[in-house]
């Protein structure tokens, strides 16, 4: 039961501070030097009152949760330390794998920054691993003198994911006349179906990023973009390719058959490839709820070493693991990312929450799990 001097956090809400006096079921807690009324119901002591760590700190009202504190203060048994790494361990979901994803299908979509200005906006390059597996991939571009590739991205991509590339302007298109992708397919810490190595090459019509028709929603975008499939049910996607010997010694005989073209035709199966590909069923793969993702982002888990790094570096990179993050992500409804930030003097939990609240004004914040993370997480829901 709390206490008057008790240093509380509120169950149901962000925020709490000490309870200076008790009035029945009511509680006035001391937050900021405003006296908030909370239902003691729904107030969690995190330092009872007294603590040598109240009287360390001037007996402030604004102390942040201390798990050693809150140990030694009201779970004295040293065994419950040992419950609470346990847990934490367990924090680590696995991979949320689908029966049609032991196919690899893999798409390239392009998204225009603005729909309605296709001749000068500028477009964003976006990767679709439709799997179960772990894709290590690179992505190039044909290099500006046409006699080798340049690498505009390369990494990994986690299943059931998307991946955001790279950003082209509009007079950077011609790059993309040409493309190459490969990929090694693999899963972590189980075993798996040996899937081949994957290295091809495309050609693009860039006609079609002018025109709006070609952009649409899809099974993997609410919004309109521009899809070029990869890989399809493990099968990878390649250009034409057309025999020129074969073509040449074709044009140069003299067949008895004076429909040359009825001949090539039949020769080159021209008929089978104006056949066109069955169209995708939507039903059949739905977007996916993917698991919570966790980052932690205490420095220690960003940064091998901090030397040469003072508070403001340190602060900066974490934020930038905030944004990329969020990045990653903003395209998936729904999900959930919970950014760990621990305790301290709360600057990092006061900096990330302002960067996403000016930032993704959109997306849900609240405190994460107590029984997971204490008081040292938030969690993020997309919108």
């Known amino acids: 039961m709390a206490k008057v001097g008790d240093t509380v956090r509120y169950l149901n809400s962000v925020g709490g501070g000490k309870i200076v006096r008790i009035d029945g079921k009511m509680a006035y807690v ?3 030097g405003f006296e908030t009324p909370m239902l ?5 002591v995190v330092m009872p009152a007294g603590h040598e760590a109240q009287k360390a700190n001037g007996n402030s009202a604004n102390l942040m949760f201390d798990q050693k504190a809150f140990d030694a203060g009201r779970q004295p048994e040293p065994q419950t330390q040992v419950i609470v790494q346990d847990k934490a361990e367990e924090t680590e979901l696995p991979i949320e794998e689908t029966a049609y994803g032991e196919k690899i299908n893999v798409v390239l979509a392009f998204e225009p920054r603005n729909i309605k200005q296709l001749s000068s906006t500028s477009f964003s390059a976006v990767l679709v691993n439709d799997s179960n597996y772990f894709l290590y991939f690179t992505f190039l571009v044909r290099s500006d003198d046409e006699h080798g590739w340049k690498l505009k991205y390369s990494g990994t991509i986690e299943p059931n994911m998307l991946a955001d590339l790279a950003d082209f302007a509009h007079e950077e298109l011609p790059q ?13 810490d189980k075993t798996f179906s040996l899937k081949a190595p994957v290295s091809i090459s495309q050609k693009i019509d860039l006609t079609k990023f002018y025109k709006m028709h070609c952009f649409r929603p899809g099974v993997y975008f609410d919004t309109p973009v521009l899809e070029f499939p ?6 990878p996607s390649k250009a034409l390719q057309v025999n020129t010997e074969a073509l040449a010694e074709a044009m140069m005989s003299k067949p008895k058959d004076k429909d040359i073209a009825k001949q090539l035709s039949a020769k080159f199966n021209v008929d089978k490839g104006r056949n066109k590909a069955p169209k995708a069923d939507n ?17 220690g888990e960003l940064v091998d070493t901090t030397a040469g790094m003072n508070n403001t570096d340190m602060l900066n990179l974490q934020l930038d693991t905030v944004r990329k993050t969020m990045s990653q992500h903003s395209r998936r409804k729904g999900q959930k990312i919970v950014f760990i930030h621990g305790k301290g003097e709360g600057v990092l939990r006061k900096a990330v929450l302002e960067l996403l609240k000016k930032e993704y004004p959109k997306a849900e914040l609240q405190d994460a799990s107590f029984r997971e993370y204490g008081f040292g997480a938030t969690l993020i829901t997309i919108h």
């Open 30 to 32: 001391d937050d900021d």
């Open 40 to 44: 003691i119901k729904e107030l969690v």
């Open 176 to 188: 993309l006349e040409r493309i190459a992708f490969q990929c090694i397919a693999f899963k972590k």
């Open 230 to 235: 990869l890989i399809k049910d493990d099968v």
């Open 283 to 299: 039903a059949a793969n739905p977007n996916k709820l993917l698991p919570i993702v966790e980052v932690d982002l205490h420095i």
